[in-house]
């Protein structure tokens, strides 16, 4: 079946280090979000990518969609101890209406 | 505005018992519907979606079913329920218009015991 892996599980940092997570699918992608997910909540929409090779820049983030559109990165600048907790891709396969979450990656960030 | 009410928020059922978890959502007409799981710690599971009244999509096969009675309620049920099934179930919603993001509902956490 279709599935969407992150890397790493786990990553702590020091505050004002950067952080990376990285997405990848086994199938190619009509679009792909990021959300964010704080402990005991639900998650909470970031962005959505949809153009092969595309970057979008939040603030301190960065979100960039492959050129297959099978794989996604979202990289965080200098840290802060607002961003902890476990960010997810999810990618919607083509031709379906579905969204497959990615394993998440949970971020501490340490003062 | 849009808003998304999933009940009950907690339940502990014993093993064999059944289930029902509903969700509604208010302000917005023929959204794309769906169920997840997330198990302590892990990332989310898609469970059902759904694109219409009565159309549901099963993603993993097991215990559980889904309804949609309406066009803006999303049922989850099983008969009998199984230690496994413990979990935080998600139900979200989206249209098609603008980012089509996922608007999750404050989620239910079942217990089995």
């Known amino acids: 079946g279709q599935q969407v892996m992150q890397i790493p599980q786990y990553q702590h940092v020091q505050e004002g280090e950067d952080f990376t997570t990285y997405c990848n699918s086994s199938?190619?992608?009509?679009?792909i979000q990021w959300y964010k997910q704080r402990p005991g909540g639900h998650p909470v929409f970031l962005i959505q990518l949809v153009k092969s090779g595309e970057v979008k820049k939040q603030k301190r983030l960065t979100f960039q969609f492959g050129e297959a559109k099978k794989n996604s990165s979202l990289h965080i600048t200098a840290t802060q101890t607002t961003d902890v907790g476990t960010y997810f891709c999810?990618?919607?396969?083509?031709?379906?209406?579905?969204?497959?979450f990615g394993t998440g990656t949970r971020l501490k960030v340490l003062a | 505005s849009q808003t998304i009410h999933q009940w009950p928020a907690t339940l502990v059922q014993p093993v064999g018992s059944p289930l029902s978890l509903e969700c509604t959502v208010e302000g917005t007409s023929n959204p794309n519907l769906y169920w997840y799981r997330q198990a302590a710690g892990r990332g989310l599971q898609l469970l059902f979606y759904?694109?219409?009244?009565?159309?549901i999509s099963s993603e993993v096969p097991q215990n559980l079913s889904a309804s949609r009675p309406q066009d803006r309620q999303f049922i989850l049920s099983s008969k009998k329920l199984l230690l496994s099934d413990s979990g935080f179930y998600l139900c979200a919603w989206r249209t098609e218009q603008d980012t089509g993001e996922l608007f999750f509902g404050e989620g239910s956490r079942l217990t089995v015991l």
């Open positions: 999810a990618g919607r396969p083509s031709g379906t209406y579905k969204y497959i």
């Open positions: 199938t190619t992608l009509s679009n």
């Open positions: 759904s694109v219409g009244i009565g159309q």
